[in-house]
């Protein structure tokens, strides 16, 4: 019998390639973390999305059927943080915080934080800063997922918080009033918003969206998922990762198409979920040569903070 193991380098009966850190991700439903060759199932049952490690790599935040929860490292521990229907979360650089997307009191998109330590801890507003100090609006119940995996994607709601704690980058935001779709970087301090990626609406003539930020560990750049249907067949653009430098505006693609689902190991080399062997796995990227290689089965990847 042909073992995981031995898929991930073609027949050769040899362990997987290790990343440098452990790195937790999604299969079927249930969450796993590999460290090389190692494996290990944390959940059963499915239901589960977008895990993310905390800062000290103690514990994964996790979306179970679309509502935020906290568990140990090693899958004991589960807590439920909030009922209300939740996006992809993300954790402050003081573990202190989780961030979330949810829907607003204007109606569209917004982001939410919730205390990861106090006892019955109750989500407040960060985005739209005009929604703060306004009552939460009432939010549906997480629906089942449906469509292709572009129709899936281009709705998600996960956001990212900036390492230096100061910003946090989500799906559209203030920029919704005038583009189709778009990405945001919210300044926590101030409510204020600036625009990085846009689509539709205004003067622009294309189709698409940005989703799914992932900060570099040094906050100079910012990588999503984007999509796009440009004005002429030569100007679209598949799934794929955009990485942004936040300083210049300049962007550019990282791996292949329909790689998605960005995360950061260091400066030189990310994670992605792409297409291999008709299914999806997740890669290490070499981001100075966009060598890519496969690692596991799986989606959602988020490594481990060294």
């Known amino acids: 019998m042909i073992t995981t193991t031995a898929l991930l380098v073609g027949l050769a009966l040899t362990p997987p390639p290790a990343a440098p850190s452990p790195v937790a991700y999604v299969r079927s439903g249930d969450v796993y973390v590999s460290n090389g060759p190692v494996e290990k199932r944390l959940t059963t049952g499915g239901g589960y999305a977008r895990p993310r490690w905390s800062p000290d790599g103690k514990s994964l935040a996790v979306l179970k059927g679309g509502q935020l929860w906290t568990m140990k490292a090693d899958g004991t521990g589960r807590r439920r943080l909030s009922t209300r229907p939740a996006g992809g979360p993300s954790w402050s650089p003081d573990g202190r915080w989780l961030a979330f997307g949810s829907v607003s009191c204007t109606g569209g998109p917004g982001v939410y934080r919730i205390s990861v330590t106090a006892a019955a801890a109750q989500p407040e507003v960060l985005f739209p800063r005009d929604c703060r100090g306004e009552d939460l609006p009432d939010a549906d119940a997480p629906q089942p997922e449906t469509g292709t995996l572009t129709d899936r994607l281009r709705a998600d709601d996960a956001v990212a918080w900036s390492p230096d704690g100061k910003q946090l980058a989500f799906r559209n935001g203030e920029c919704d009033a005038i583009y189709d779709a778009c990405m945001s970087i919210g300044t926590i301090s101030t409510g204020a918003e600036r625009t990085i990626a846009a689509y539709g609406g205004g003067s622009l003539q294309n189709r698409g969206f940005a989703v799914l930020p992932a900060w570099r560990p040094d906050g100079a750049r910012l990588a999503f998922t984007a999509y796009q249907e440009g004005e002429t067949p030569a100007q679209n653009e ?46 290490s990227v070499d981001l100075a040569t966009g060598v890519r290689t496969p690692l596991r089965p799986g989606s959602q990847p988020s490594a481990r903070p060294r």
């Open 238 to 283: 598949p799934l794929h990762v955009t990485e942004i430098d936040l300083k210049t505006g300049k962007k550019r693609t990282v791996g292949a198409p329909m790689d998605r689902e960005p995360s950061y190991l260091d400066a030189t080399h990310a994670l992605v979920t792409g297409q291999y062997r008709g299914s999806s796995w997740i890669f």
